[in-house]
């Protein structure tokens, strides 16, 4: 009987792991794409992306437009948030008033409520509130100023907060809603070259991780949703050294970028996640997703430290061949 037993849970164990080294996001995730909701069910309902310019943003508004979700895009370019725009509509299930340009910079904390009357003043409501505005970095600890600290952790996380804010009193009034943040897989594994960027999703996973206890008794859903690299046109604007220094490193000739995902299918992924209301989803194609499951669930903190250095070196002897940070 307990060879049985045994034999059970080995099998069970093989398939996991041959489903894992398959997938390109978490098992969890994986399963709900086959078995679960697809983003269609969220057909009607108003979704409110920043960051909706370019990226992973442009890519999941396409993709929402396609399930006939009623959309607000915002960022601070206006004209590329018209193009997006004007792709959503031929693309997808919308028509000219369910698409909602708003202009908006995560770091002027002041016109966020502002913002969110205006959405409530166009659509009545808002049921998804999509944090995705941000920015990378690529530079190492001591070569990144305080100034450029400061500029990542008010954009990836106070920006995200601040929105939210705004947007918070809204969806308890009604009793229900969902937020979802684009944080990264470098918030689950500190990343070298991008000590801020870390600390930035870190500090996400805190804020928001608290907040979703915090709404335990409100039918109002909190998703952490974590790609890891993405064919992307943000690799562009990484932060290098200062807030006004970028990379000159094409992102298409990158060694750390030679396996992304393409940014279609992880805005599939994300619009899984959101339809099937999950707290936490990974995003990535291998060997980046094999990297959680290590950190997380490896019973030898050793062995999972050995392999973390091991990550690190390759990561930072290819970062300073970049001349910028030579």
Aim: contains cysteine; positive net charge; hydrophobic residues 45%.
């Amino acid at each position: 009987m307990l060879e049985l037993v045994v034999s059970g849970f080995l099998l069970v164990l093989l398939v996991q792991v041959v489903r894992l080294f398959l997938s390109d996001g978490d098992l969890s995730l994986m399963w709900y794409e086959r078995f679960g909701k697809t983003p269609d069910q969220l057909a009607g309902k108003v979704v409110w992306i920043t960051g909706a310019s370019s990226g992973i943003g442009e890519a999941l508004a396409v993709e929402l437009s396609r399930a006939g979700v009623k959309l607000v895009l915002s960022a601070r370019r206006e004209d590329e948030l018209r193009r997006v725009k004007q792709t959503c509509l031929g693309t997808g299930k919308v028509s000219d008033s369910d698409v909602l340009v708003l202009p908006l910079d995560s770091v002027a904390f002041d016109t966020h409520a502002g913002c969110v009357e205006q959405v409530l003043a166009h659509f009545g409501r808002i049921d998804v509130l999509v944090n995705n505005s941000g920015r990378g970095q690529r530079s190492v600890f001591w070569q990144t100023s305080l100034a450029g600290d400061r500029h990542i952790f008010e954009l990836n996380v106070l920006g995200q907060v601040s929105l939210t804010k705004a947007v918070l009193p809204h969806m308890m009034e009604r009793g229900e809603g969902q937020i979802m943040v684009t944080s990264s897989l470098s918030g689950i594994i500190p990343t070298p070259a991008g000590s801020a960027y870390s600390g930035s999703k870190f500090a996400v996973h805190g804020f928001f991780g608290a907040l979703r206890a915090e709404l335990h008794s409100y039918d109002i859903n909190i998703l952490l949703a974590c790609p890891g690299p993405v064919i992307s046109n943000a690799g562009k604007n990484v932060l290098v050294g200062e807030p006004d220094k970028t990379s000159t490193l094409d992102p298409t000739k990158d060694p750390l970028h030679s396996n992304d995902m393409p940014t279609a299918r992880c805005a599939r992924l994300l619009a899984v996640g959101m339809a099937n209301r999950l707290d936490e989803i990974w995003v990535a194609r291998h060997p980046y997703l094999l990297y959680p499951y290590l950190r997380s669930y490896l019973p030898v903190p050793a062995l999972e430290r050995r392999m973390s250095k091991t990550f690190a070196k390759r990561r930072m002897k290819i970062v300073m061949q970049d001349k910028k940070m030579q």
